[in-house]
């Protein structure tokens, strides 16, 4: 008896230890990586990636308008200086697999900061070129320092949003790189107009500057390891999947084009995207020529419907990549990608139509509607398979975007580099018609290879 009651005391004194431990700090401090910041925080920061990222196209674009101006300031042909276009985008191309791995190295702020001071100083020195040769060798170190902010910008995603998020978050930031992919002609056109083509580099340093400084003092560390490292007194649950980053070979990442199921969807987004600047390099060219004869603010406006054609298909097509995310139940990351692929059937039928607007010379409105309508349908993939991209390579985000990016820029400066040396030359149309097919060859393994993990899936699940 005495025994029972000496063990019924002990268990009352243990009941009171164990009422008496704080049990806030363990249930307080653990917390999802994802919600370090506050939703507040993950907008700002959401907001001034994506103002960024307008500088990569506005970078290539914002002069279209001036090329022939340039070419008679600088005596030289508008097919030297539209050749500014192409090297820019491949040595963009080439230098995203640079800051990939430097950002998941060292993080994404000294990352994001060093591409933007050295944009700023090159933007300069193309603003005062004397001669063609100046010129596209800064363009060349231009298009090289500002892909940073598509690289950076995509890793930030991948380090403050979940998957299920992440599509919708994509979309957003896409926004920009499109609309300043045809808003920079509509801004350069009258810019140059009124003060001449050295203005527009000068615009581009000025917004640089403004955008480095709101950087600094605004944009935290967002790198998950040093965000780990830095909160080291909470309990991050996602703790044991975030490892310490190493510096790796920049050309290393090139070996994820080794996994088809990785390749087949780069592809798939680099065709449609490569065709889709070079539809919109040549609209401005060919807009100037007769029988149109565009001036530089008439050719500047005439892109703005693609802009609102980007901008809609960049939230159309990251909302429904988080429907068809959460339809799948997050089982399949491929079926994010569904919405996407069915928008891509619009890119070869926008390509095909607008060869043969410009080939039978008909109405103006023709053209534009075409290219509108590639951008659109690009534009809704594009988000898509950036998320999941990310959300298959999770710790390496920056630098699975950087292969991306890589091939999506030197493809489409190799194809515009292309197109303005045999258009000329050839059937505008078939040539047109030629992009179209390859376009549809690109898209379907894609497709293909969609179809085959959901079915997959599908057929070995199992309900409970």
């Known amino acids: 008896m005495i025994k029972s009651l000496s063990n019924i005391a002990g268990e009352e004194e243990e009941q009171k230890e164990i009422k008496n431990v704080d049990l806030s700090t363990s249930v307080v401090d653990e917390i999802s990586i994802y919600n370090i910041h506050t939703k507040f925080q993950h907008n ?35 097919e030297l200086v539209t050749l500014t276009v192409s090297v820019s985008l491949i040595s963009n191309g080439i230098s995203c697999l640079i800051w990939g791995v430097i950002s998941d190295r060292y993080g994404r702020n000294i990352t994001m900061r060093i591409g933007l001071a050295l944009f ?26 500002v892909s940073v902010t598509v690289i950076v910008g995509q890793g930030v995603i991948a380090d403050i949003y979940p998957p299920g998020e992440r599509g919708w978050a994509t979309g957003i930031f896409f926004v920009p790189v499109l609309v300043g992919a045809v808003g ?54 996602e703790s044991r999947d975030i490892s310490e980053p190493r510096l790796v070979k920049p050309w290393l990442p090139l070996i994820y084009l080794t996994d088809l199921t990785i390749l087949l969807y780069i592809v798939s987004a680099t065709v449609p995207f490569a065709f889709m600047m070079t539809d919109q390099t040549l609209l401005t060219t060919l ?28 939230f159309l097509g990251g ?18 990608l569904v919405p996407g692929l069915i928008g891509l059937i619009l890119v070869p039928f926008g390509l095909a139509m607008y060869g ?16 509108t309508i590639v951008a659109f349908g690009q534009s809704i993939y594009r988000p898509g398979v950036s998320s999941y991209l990310t959300v298959t390579k999770q710790q390496h985000a920056a630098t699975i975007v950087s292969v991306n990016t890589f091939l999506n820029h030197s493809i489409a400066g190799i194809s515009i580099l292309v197109a303005v040396l045999i258009y000329p030359t050839i059937n505008i149309g078939m040539f047109f018609t030629i992009l179209s097919g390859i376009n549809i060859a690109a898209i379907i393994p894609a497709c293909a290879l969609t179809v085959t993990r959901i079915r997959s899936y599908n057929k070995n699940y199992q309900p409970i």
Do not use: M
């Open 44 to 78: 700002i920061i959401l907001f001034w990636i994506s103002v960024t990222v307008i500088l990569s196209p506005f970078a290539d674009t914002i002069f279209l308008p001036a090329i022939h101006t340039i070419a008679l300031d600088l005596k030289t042909n508008d």
């Open 120 to 145: 700023i100083i090159f933007s300069i020195i193309c603003g005062c070129a004397p001669n063609i040769t100046v010129l596209i060798i800064f363009r060349v170190l231009q298009g090289a320092t």
């Open 184 to 237: 920079g002609p509509a801004i350069g056109g009258p810019l140059t107009y009124f003060f001449g083509w050295r203005s527009t580099f000068i615009l581009l340093a000025i917004i640089s500057i403004f955008i480095l400084v709101a950087h600094v003092l605004i944009i935290p560390e967002t790198h998950q390891y040093k965000v780990l490292v830095k909160y080291s007194e909470k309990t991050i649950i």
């Open 287 to 314: 807009l100037a020529q007769k029988p149109y004869s565009f001036n530089e603010i008439q050719t500047g406006v005439s892109l703005l419907p693609l802009g609102l054609a980007a901008i809609i298909g960049c």
């Open 319 to 336: 909302a429904l990549s988080d429907k068809a995310n959460h339809y799948y139940t997050n089982n399949i990351p491929e079926g994010r």
């Open 356 to 371: 043969w607007s410009f080939y039978f010379r008909l109405n103006a409105i023709l053209p534009i509607l075409s290219a």
